[in-house]
């Protein structure tokens, strides 16, 4: 795999210390039910614009936000989700449950205060999200 | 209405963010009210945000932030709210007035 896209405008090693993990499930928040390609856009490649001070940010906005789900920590992980989305009125997003192809891209545990769970997901180049198997989608405005 | 009264210019405080995006921050306008924004919707064709921004008082935030009094609460004592459109980068787009009673539940 090839990560030219990633290091594309910045010389932060990113995908340092990044695995490959082709058998975990990850939580992703989407606007649909289903995936779509923008699902998988990083923040770099929505805001081409963005102002950025340091690595640790850079490498941030150049990877996706997605949180490793476990048997044990997916009613917990969902949670982290359920809370911060609600708060606002009319914004009801997903959270897709998926796991990635062979060759889809490198995983980063960056875990945060709000979620210990957090991982980057860093894309290679040859990336296409038709790669991502969805197990189940999960509506982050119900039970609320 | 008054110019850029909706419009945070000091004190920026991220209340939340979900990895990608702020959800939830409050800071002051050039007028030295307290303003909160919230995320309300992402238009994923558009590539923009899309907040609402209104003013609280002291009360009402510190009551919010101790889980006291709900947004939703807090929202209908306002009679309108800014509707703030925002690139990814946080560049503002548009921001109008709108009733608070048009705001969905």
């Known amino acids: ?144 | 209405m008054i110019r850029d009264f909706h419009k945070i210019v000091s004190n920026l405080y991220v209340l939340f963010n979900d990895g990608d995006n702020d959800v939830l921050y409050s800071g002051t306008n050039e007028y030295g009210n307290r303003i909160l924004g919230a995320i309300v919707g992402e238009d994923d064709d558009n590539n923009s945000l899309r907040y609402i921004h209104f003013m609280v008082s002291d009360e009402q935030y510190f009551g919010f932030i101790n889980r006291k009094i709900s947004l939703r609460a807090i929202l209908d004592k306002n009679e309108s709210v800014f509707i703030v459109d925002k690139t990814h980068s946080g560049r503002e787009i548009s921001a109008n007035l709108m009733p608070t009673e048009e705001i969905p539940s």
């Open chain 1, 1 to 144: 795999m090839t990560f030219e896209n990633v290091h594309n405008g910045t010389n932060c090693h990113c995908i340092e210390d990044a695995q490959s993990d082709n058998s975990s499930e990850f939580g992703i928040k989407t606007n649909k039910k289903i995936l779509r390609e923008v699902d998988f856009k990083s923040k770099w490649e929505k805001a081409p614009d963005i102002e950025l001070s340091n690595c640790e940010e850079i490498c941030s906005k150049k990877g996706l936000s997605l949180s490793i789900l476990a048997p044990e920590t997916f009613d917990r992980v969902k949670e982290i989700y359920k809370q911060l989305f609600p708060i606002s009125p009319t914004y009801k997003p997903f959270l897709c449950v998926i796991k990635f192809g062979n060759d889809t891209g490198l995983l980063k545990s960056t875990p945060t205060p709000s979620n210990p769970f957090h991982f980057d997901f860093y894309k290679c180049d040859t990336f296409v999200h038709t790669q991502v198997e969805l197990i189940k989608t999960i509506s982050l405005s119900e039970d609320v």
